[in-house]
């Protein structure tokens, strides 16, 4: 991948590691607690659910959610 596509890339992606969802190119959060994160993105929504859940990083297209992440949805 280069430089540029890096840059300019708008898929939606979601990467978990190490008790964090860090979640790129949302269009909104729908709802949070400290049990269920549900997120909009182009395609669908997200649903993170787990324990403890907070968001620790919060930007227009990006936001870091950690917790104990018990299940990701996809609808």
């Given at each position: 991948?280069n ?8 898929q939606f992606?979601?990467?978990v ?5 860090n979640?790129v190119?949302y ?14 993105h ?5 649903i993170?659910v ?9 930007l227009d297209e ?7 992440i018990?299940?990701l949805?996809?609808r």
């Open positions: 991948m430089l540029r596509s890096y840059l300019f890339d708008n992606k979601i990467t590691v190490n008790h964090k969802v979640v190119n269009q909104e959060i729908d709802s949070f607690d400290d049990e269920k994160i549900i997120v909009r182009k395609d669908g929504i997200a993170i787990g324990n403890n859940l907070t968001i620790t990083k919060l990006e936001l870091l959610i950690n917790g104990d018990l299940k949805e996809f």
